[in-house]
């Protein structure tokens, strides 16, 4: 029963986090991040309730270790953080994601690891058909016309990521589908993942799909003699023409985006490697900057969740990821390796980084001693997943948004849990209840915050001007966007004294805001 519904709640979470959004345009990005980062909060509490009620002992290998290693660093560096609310949000993305693999890890150990799967394959065509409509001329308040096509999410760019980190998994749920109407439902989806790699004109995911396929070209070949029959080599071949043909149909097909080159997509595909100039060289001196920052704090780094805050300090005033308010144009820098290092140090780091490593190379050994065909071509999924991950990570962020980091945290624990080697290790009740209680206590402050941010936008959304910002303050004070924006409004009207306790409250949270420090001196 709690293998069930720990499965469901994955299933649900995965698609629930492509879909939630919210309609309040004012607070872009926010009205899609928060959302789904409850949706993730709220599976990774009971996930972690079910796991702690079942478990008498700790039993883990050495992924586990270098992942505990890596929240437990992550949270002593929340201590140290000048953004304490910017660090708790950052720490629970990455210890519910966490849970959710250990979650994932535990229902595949006793073999109900495909229905995860499935529905990581869902979400993802899910994700680009949502950016399709809005690309073919839906139109719905919860889209974003910034970086169209986003769909639910936002961002042209995440909906690349979650299509690129899910094909690994849609792959297998087509070749190995017991059904040939699940075969055929497979390569519609890969129709519509092309389609959407394509008009997102995401290089990082391009990237990923290319890294995608030469690495796992030999694993592919190595596994056909695990092959149950020969109707996955066709089914393949037909989903590889389904998703060439979509993308093709893309590039013909008349849309509804405004692109500023007459050749977007062929303009996209040169700039893949181009460091030189553009995106490219701002991202270059974005992570010399960075890791000029992590020089300094090389232990715990900025705090998670800090590097928006920290890095005007660092950078020139030329910079390109600064906007003309003085302020990081992004909330985090265009790489999770780079937000890691710079805001967490260089330990936990490195930990995570061999966290992947190893689940990669353990997909690509010891195929024989696996129960099944699709087990073997699952850990080729596992791989091709870390492989993805890592190359859409190294250029944008993945892992410290909520979306994106619970499929992939899903699919990995889902594959690798196939064959855990774990060791089972004694503790004593007293110290497995107060880590079990701590977890726990967490994921809950998680689900609250992402609760209390919800109703402050709905407060901002729905109420009178002045007092839906007022109300929005008080439901969350650790939001720097609102707490200038209630300042600016009682300094308009001559309120001083207030106003100036509002933008002392946003100088709390970014201590280098001209626009907060500008107010505070006025009303001084």
Not at 92 to 109: K, L, P, Q, T
Not at 169 to 188: D, E, M, Q, Y
Not at 283 to 305: C, D, E, H, I
């Amino acid at each position: 029963m709690t293998d069930r519904m720990i499965r469901l709640l994955i299933q649900a979470g995965l698609v629930l986090a492509v879909i939630a959004a919210l309609p309040y345009k004012v607070f872009e990005l926010d009205r899609y991040f928060v959302p789904k980062e409850l949706v993730l909060h709220v599976a990774a509490l009971i996930i972690a309730l079910m796991l702690v009620a079942r478990r008498r002992s700790l039993s883990f290998d050495l992924v586990d270790g270098l992942l505990a290693l890596f929240l437990l660093w992550s949270v002593a560096s929340a201590i140290f953080a000048t953004n304490h609310w910017a660090a708790q949000r950052s720490v629970a993305i990455s210890i519910s994601g966490a849970i959710v693999f250990w979650g994932a890890r535990s229902v595949a150990e006793r073999g109900s690891y495909r229905p995860i799967l499935v529905a990581a394959a869902i979400a993802a065509v899910c994700a680009a058909a949502l950016s399709l409509a809005q690309a073919y001329g839906l139109e719905m308040e919860y889209f974003s016309a910034n970086r169209a096509p986003g769909g639910t999410l936002g961002n042209r760019n995440f909906v690349a990521h979650m299509a690129v980190i899910g094909l690994p998994s849609l792959v297998w749920c087509t070749v190995t589908a017991r059904r040939p109407f699940g075969a055929l439902l497979g390569s519609l989806g890969g129709a519509v993942l092309g389609a959407a790699l394509v008009l997102s004109r995401s290089r990082a995911a391009w990237l990923a799909v290319a890294a995608f396929g030469i690495v796992l070209l030999v694993p592919m070949i190595a596994s056909r003699k695990y092959w149950r029959d020969g109707k996955i080599g066709g089914r393949f071949a037909r989903l590889t023409l389904a998703a060439t043909i979509g993308g093709m149909a893309a590039i013909a097909l008349p849309n509804t985006l405004n692109w500023n080159s007459e050749s977007p997509y062929l303009d996209s595909a040169r700039g893949m490697v181009d460091y030189k100039s553009g995106s490219g060289r701002g991202r270059l001196a974005q992570y010399q900057n960075s890791l000029r920052m992590a020089t300094s704090n090389p232990v715990f780094g900025v705090g998670p969740g800090n590097w928006p805050v920290e890095y005007v300090r660092f950078a020139p005033s030329n910079d390109r990821s600064l906007a003309d308010d003085g302020m990081t144009a992004n909330p985090w820098p265009s790489s999770d390796w780079v937000a890691f290092v710079s805001e967490r140090g260089f330990i936990p780091t490195v930990a995570l980084l061999g966290a992947f490593v190893i689940l990669f190379f353990s997909a690509l050994r010891c195929w024989s001693e696996l129960p099944d065909p699709d087990a073997v071509l699952a850990q080729c999924v596992l791989a091709g997943t870390v492989v993805t991950t890592m190359v859409v990570s190294a250029f944008d962020v993945v892992l410290v948004l909520a979306a994106p980091s619970f499929m992939v945290w899903s699919i990995l624990g889902a594959t690798s849990g196939i064959r855990r080697n774990a060791r089972e290790v004694k503790v004593s009740s007293k110290s497995l209840g107060l880590a079990a209680t701590a977890l726990l206590l967490l994921s809950l402050l998680s689900t609250a915050r992402s609760v209390t941010q919800t109703m402050a936008m709905t407060a901002v959304g729905r109420g009178a001007y002045t007092a839906g910002w007022v109300t929005g303050a008080l439901w969350d004070p650790g939001s720097y966007r609102i707490n200038l924006r209630v300042a600016e409004l009682y300094s308009r009207r001559g309120h001083c004294q207030v106003a100036r306790g509002y933008a002392q409250q946003a100088l709390s949270l970014f201590p280098h805001s001209p626009a907060a420090r500008r107010i505070a001196r006025s009303c001084g």
